[in-house]
């Protein structure tokens, strides 16, 4: 299986402030990697797809780079509804595998 | 829109049976790939595996030998059956449209539903 880091696990940001999540795969997995918002109670929502793809209706204020191993989900200007927890995910191969979330919490 | 809305027993007994629904509204079933997740509580998320409408179907090795999943293109669902569930099957279960074609995503996914494993 391919195994999908997340680092930080947990981050406190304030409103307005610049936060980078990275995610680093186990092998390389080219641009096949998405990432989810998840709030308590809530679903995985669909964020960025194929490393660096917008999903229609997610705020430019998000975005996602990288390829190979090593990428990143930065969020310019962190809103209030953006406290929550994100994970990445493989698509290059099954099984689909997850890195263990990042929660960004209020400082 | 499409929505996903899964559906089944919030309590099962171990070395039993765990069977969910997934009612897709707004869509059809048809020409799409269809997979289940889950979450146990506080923890990260685990695929277990897909279905496609053609009756491919492939699953999460670490569960494989217990789960089935199946596909009902007449009442729009989808189904998972998990056997032999312990205290570590106790999860959210998710369901989500798993768009598969030159790359991959989950999206949009049903609400969950947790199950419990618990005599």
């Known amino acids: 299986d391919i195994q999908m880091t997340q680092s930080p696990s947990s981050l406190s940001a304030s409103v307005g402030d610049r936060v980078t999540i990275t995610c680093r795969a186990s092998?390389?997995?080219?641009?096949?990697l998405n990432w989810y918002q998840q709030k308590p109670g809530k679903a995985p929502n669909l964020l960025i797809y194929t490393a660096s793809s917008l999903q229609g209706g997610v705020p430019s204020r998000f975005s996602g780079s990288g390829s190979g191993t090593d990428f990143t989900l930065t969020i310019n200007s962190l809103q209030p509804e953006d406290f929550a927890t994100y994970f990445c995910?493989?698509?290059?191969?099954?099984?689909?595998?997850f890195g263990g979330g990042t929660k960004v919490e209020i400082k | 829109q499409v929505q996903l809305q899964e559906s089944g027993p919030g309590l099962v007994k171990p070395s039993e049976t765990l069977s969910l629904t997934c009612s897709v509204s707004g869509g059809s079933i048809s020409g799409y790939y269809w997979s289940w997740i889950r979450q146990p509580p506080g923890k990260g998320l685990e695929w277990i595996g897909y279905i496609h409408d053609s009756g491919s179907t492939s699953s999460n090795p670490s569960l494989k030998s217990r789960v089935t999943i199946s596909l009902d293109t007449s009442k729009n669902q989808f189904s998972l059956k998990l056997s032999s569930v312990t205290a570590a099957d106790t999860a959210v279960y998710y369901c989500?449209?798993?768009?598969?074609?030159?790359?991959?995503?989950?999206?949009?996914w049903g609400q969950g539903t947790l199950v419990t494993v618990s005599s």
């Open positions: 092998q390389s997995i080219s641009i096949y």
């Open positions: 995910q493989q698509s290059y191969r099954t099984p689909l595998t």
């Open positions: 989500a449209r798993d768009f598969n074609a030159y790359a991959r995503w989950l999206d949009p």
